[in-house]
Each structure stands twice: as structure tokens, then as C-alpha cells.
Nanobody, 128 residues
Framework: QVQLGESGGGLVQAGGSLRLSCAAS????????MGWFRRAPGKEREVVAA????????YYADFVQGRFIISRDNTKNEMYLQIHRLKPEDTAVYYC?????????????????????WGQGTQVTVSS
């Protein structure tokens, strides 16, 4: 059982930045694909970014447009999402997730169905 906990959300003005963190209880997550997803009010959950087990490859949703950076530190069992130039439409609950059996260690999955464990989420609210 892997427990994931997100932090770093909050209220920020448009154009601002946030850094979300995801801490895993597992002794090591170095073999897991990891991802960030979000659910905006009235919308379905969508992928934001995903990162390979070794951290060498990242996937980003089209709406990211170069504003988000996903990273991980396997020595700390943590993953991060740096968000710049926040927009009101980025308002959502952000979730981190772990894929314990990635199809390949060299990419992270964009498909939420591939993820086995999820955090409780952290709220990001962007004011205009």
C-alpha cells in the first residue's frame, strides 16, 4: 500500500507561481511512474503531467504550454510540480498518483487508469 500526500496548494493571483509536492510513504518509489492530475469544478479529472520512474522523461498535457515542470527526487520519495504563470482556469484540485507497474521505466503514463494509488489532493485557486 502506497500512501501519497500532496501539499503546496493555495490561493494565488493570476500570473503567480506555486510548487506542489507529493510525498510517498513507500520506502522507495524509484520504480514507479508518477503523475499529476487535476479536477476543476464541474469538469472531469484530467492529466497534467507524468514522469518516468527514473525521472528522465516527462509528459505534459497540451494546456501546460511550457508553464509547468514536473520533477521527482527518488532519494526523498517525493515528486513536484512547479507551476508558473498561473491562470484562473488552472483552478482545480491537484492529485498525485503512482503507477506501480509502468509499461516502461522510461516514460510516465498519461492514462489515469494506469495509476494504482492516489493522494487526497491539494486545492489550487487562482484569482483573476
Amino acid at each position: 500500500q502506497v500512501q501519497l500526500g500532496e501539499s503546496g496548494g493555495g490561493l494565488v493571483q493570476a500570473g503567480g507561481s506555486l510548487r506542489l509536492s507529493c510525498a510517498a510513504s513507500e520506502r522507495t518509489i524509484s520504480k514507479y511512474g508518477m503523475g499529476w492530475f487535476r479536477r476543476a469544478p464541474g469538469k472531469e479529472r484530467e492529466v497534467v503531467a507524468a514522469i518516468s520512474a527514473n525521472g528522465g522523461t516527462a509528459y505534459y498535457a497540451d494546456f501546460v504550454q511550457g508553464r509547468f515542470i514536473i520533477s521527482r527526487d527518488n532519494t526523498k520519495n517525493e515528486m513536484y510540480l512547479q507551476i508558473h504563470r498561473l491562470k484562473p482556469e488552472d483552478t482545480a484540485v491537484y492529485y498525485c498518483a503512482a503507477d506501480v507497474n509502468p509499461h516502461t521505466p522510461f516514460s510516465g503514463s498519461s492514462d489515469s487508469a494506469d495509476y494504482d494509488y492516489w493522494g487526497q489532493g491539494t486545492q489550487v485557486t487562482v484569482s483573476s
